[in-house]
């Protein structure tokens, strides 16, 4: 079929005709390359004549409007490869880097990495959503870590101009059911003070449980950080694993990069008295093998030659304590949870609570143990009865 006699487009801002394929192309001039000085021509195509005139229309008018975006050939695969690299690599902790890159590599890329940059939809994006966590089994809260990779990534193509908004904020994300918190009760703590009497690493189980650290802070504590004089701990660097393939650990700023000071009980103070003299002993019996690299020295909790501590094997003869004690399902975190609870019930208000954490906010705080205040104003109603009672009587 010969092609037709070009049309002007009604604004003038560029032609139209039909191809022999029966198809319909629009031409127009999107500016002028800036080391020749020639015009720059572009091609759009549609199955119809009214198509083609509607996009020619639109691009026209952001081309008047200085509103225009060169169209990009980028698949996504592309685009967050060199997001990765040059936006990210240099602004995030290594963890969160290699994080990043797992949920790219193992999620995003293999269902939207062909997808070209410019023609990522929202509906794709939510059918990337409702495969991982209904199909592939992802939990909502992973789910939503994805989506907060994609947003990020997404967003920063915006402000380059890539694309003009953000597909991800049209998606609606599965619903997060928060997990019940698991703390010990009192039978509980007392049982397990008694379990881990002499147990190699019984002071870490009661730094843990007394001051609320994370597993991660407590392994990465030194002593340097602990003022027995002014009976305070330094909380401002943990232990972390790095989760690629043979790697070891290293420290690393704290999860929020906000260090804090904590005042524990006198008796974990003198425990940890105790425990840097068995330290000093070890040190001593052997001598020149004991470890003294940056990454170990100076390390409260180690093992017998000085080294630092495995996560998994701390956690792993912990799981043994608590199921010799009935209560398997407990886990090494639920011991900050039970600090928490148990500080917030002494009485402790939930400003101080959220410090010695070093949660971001109180209302994180009380989002996280929002039921355990919930009983205690039923306490404080309680008290109130009573009191009532014997003012009304008296």
Request: aromatic share 8%.
């Amino acid at each position: 079929m010969p092609s037709r006699k070009p049309t002007r487009n009604a604004q003038g801002g560029g032609s139209i005709r039909q191809r022999s394929d029966g198809r319909w192309e629009g031409r127009y001039t999107a500016g002028r390359d800036p080391g020749t000085g020639k015009q720059i021509q572009r091609t759009i195509y549609g199955e119809s004549q009214a198509e083609v005139r509607k996009q020619l229309s639109q691009i026209t008018t952001d081309i008047d409007n200085d509103e225009y975006m060169e169209p990009s050939k980028m698949t996504m695969t592309t685009w967050l490869d060199i997001w990765l690299e040059e936006y990210v690599e240099s602004t995030v902790k290594e963890s969160t880097l290699y994080a990043y890159q797992m949920q790219c590599r193992n999620h995003i890329k293999p269902s939207i990495g062909a997808t070209k940059l410019v023609s990522l939809t929202p509906h794709t994006v939510q059918a990337l959503y409702n495969k991982l966590h209904r199909k592939q089994k992802l939990s909502a809260k992973t789910v939503k870590n994805i989506h907060g990779i994609l947003h990020k990534a997404l967003k920063q193509a915006i402000l380059l101009g890539y694309i003009k908004s953000n597909p991800t904020d049209a998606c609606v994300l599965p619903r997060i059911v928060k997990k019940e918190i698991k703390p010990l009760d009192e039978a509980n703590i007392t049982a397990f003070l008694k379990a881990i009497k002499g147990h190699k690493y019984e002071t870490l189980y009661m730094t843990t449980l007394f001051t609320g650290m994370r597993q991660s802070e407590a392994l990465g504590l030194k002593w340097d950080s602990i003022d027995f004089k002014n009976k305070t701990i330094l909380i401002h660097q943990q232990l972390l694993r790095d989760k690629r393939k043979d790697g070891g650990c290293y420290l690393a700023p704290l999860k929020n990069d906000k260090s804090r000071l904590i005042s524990p009980p006198p008796f974990i103070l003198e425990a940890l008295r105790e425990h840097k003299l068995r330290q000093l002993e070890m040190r001593l019996r052997v001598g020149e093998l004991w470890e003294n690299k940056n990454l170990v020295r100076d390390l409260v909790f180690t093992n017998e030659i000085g080294g630092h501590l495995i996560h998994q094997s701390v956690h792993r003869l912990f799981k043994g304590l608590v199921a010799s004690l009935n209560i398997p399902n407990t886990r090494f975190h639920d011991l900050r949870h039970t600090y928490a609870v148990a500080a917030l019930q002494a009485g402790d208000d939930i400003k101080t609570v959220q410090d010695t954490l070093g949660h971001h906010t109180a209302a994180f705080t009380l989002d996280v143990y929002g039921h355990v205040t919930e009983k205690m104003k039923k306490d404080s109603a309680d008290r109130m009865q009573r009191f009532y009672e014997s003012v009304k009587s008296g």
